[in-house]
């Protein structure tokens, strides 16, 4: 983490700070453990450097609390985001995201004695931009995910990997559009939680005037 803030530090130069654009985003998401939509915005400086915060609503089955597993509940998180530029250059872009924020968790069926749960999130995602000709571009990737419950006690709620890809479309100057996918497998409370996972989304993004040079992420 201390390197990652490092690159982020470095990369804030006058120049990079200089003017940046501004995007609005909305995506849904559907999986093996429920269905959520988020609205999310973000400034994004000409380094490739990010900033962003979203609020994301779920519809969720096959979560845990205190290791008992919640077959039917809803959640709301708030999120902050970074995004840390590694390598530019014409044909290849690597990135590392950082996500951390936290996670409201309401149970309608679980075995539980606590139906309510808090969780602090952190997920690290290097992912790798190329370009497919204009005006398409693939990401691929991976990210860990480490999510720790605090309420109504605390415990290591998932812990993992997943693959991710994703093809980016920018039909016009403001618009940008995604389709993306993400594989495989998280652990938690001792084991009580592992679960494979897979999920699949849609992301459309408004950028004014800047979408085509929105592709690394």
């Given at each position: 983490?201390?390197?990652?803030?490092?690159?982020?530090?470095?990369?804030?130069?006058?120049?990079?700070?200089?003017?940046?654009?501004?995007?609005?985003?909305?995506?849904?998401?559907?999986?093996?453990?429920?269905?959520?939509?988020?609205?999310?915005?973000?400034?994004?400086?000409?380094?490739?450097?990010?900033?962003?915060?979203?609020?994301?609503?779920?519809?969720?089955?096959?979560?845990?609390?205190?290791?008992?597993?919640?077959r039917?509940?809803?959640?709301?998180?708030?999120?902050?985001?970074?995004?840390?530029?590694?390598?530019?250059?014409?044909?290849?872009?690597?990135?590392?995201?950082?996500d951390?924020g936290?996670?409201f968790?309401?149970?309608?069926?679980?075995?539980?004695?606590?139906?309510?749960?808090?969780?602090?999130?952190?997920?690290?995602?290097?992912?790798?931009?190329?370009?497919?000709?204009?005006?398409?571009a693939?990401?691929?990737?991976?990210?860990?995910?480490?999510?720790?419950?605090?309420?109504?006690g605390?415990?290591?709620?998932?812990?993992?990997?997943?693959?991710?890809?994703?093809?980016?479309?920018?039909?016009?100057?403001?618009?940008?559009?995604?389709?993306?996918?993400?594989?495989?497998?998280?652990?938690?409370?001792?084991?009580?939680?592992?679960?494979?996972?897979?999920?699949a989304g849609?992301?459309?993004?408004?950028?004014?005037?800047?979408?085509?040079?929105?592709?690394?992420?």
């Open positions: 983490m201390t390197l990652l803030l490092s690159l982020l530090l470095a990369s804030l130069t006058p120049t990079a700070l200089a003017g940046p654009d501004r995007s609005l985003g909305v995506s849904a998401v559907t999986g093996t453990i429920g269905q959520s939509g988020a609205i999310a915005g973000r400034l994004r400086w000409d380094s490739g450097v990010q900033f962003g915060a979203r609020v994301e609503g779920a519809l969720v089955q096959g979560w845990y609390i205190d290791g008992w597993e919640v039917d509940g809803t959640a709301l998180a708030g999120v902050a985001s970074a995004t840390v530029p590694l390598i530019r250059s014409e044909t290849v872009r690597i990135d590392v995201e950082i951390s936290l996670r968790l309401s149970a309608t069926d679980t075995d539980a004695d606590d139906d309510q749960a808090t969780v602090l999130l952190l997920d690290v995602a290097p992912m790798v931009t190329l370009p497919l000709g204009r005006p398409f693939a990401r691929v990737g991976w990210k860990q995910i480490t999510h720790l419950q605090r309420r109504p605390p415990g290591l709620e998932a812990q993992g990997s997943l693959l991710r890809g994703a093809v980016m479309w920018t039909p016009s100057d403001d618009l940008q559009l995604g389709i993306d996918g993400a594989v495989g497998g998280v652990f938690g409370f001792g084991g009580d939680g592992g679960k494979a996972l897979a999920q849609l992301m459309m993004r408004w950028v004014p005037g800047a979408a085509r040079t929105y592709t690394n992420h």
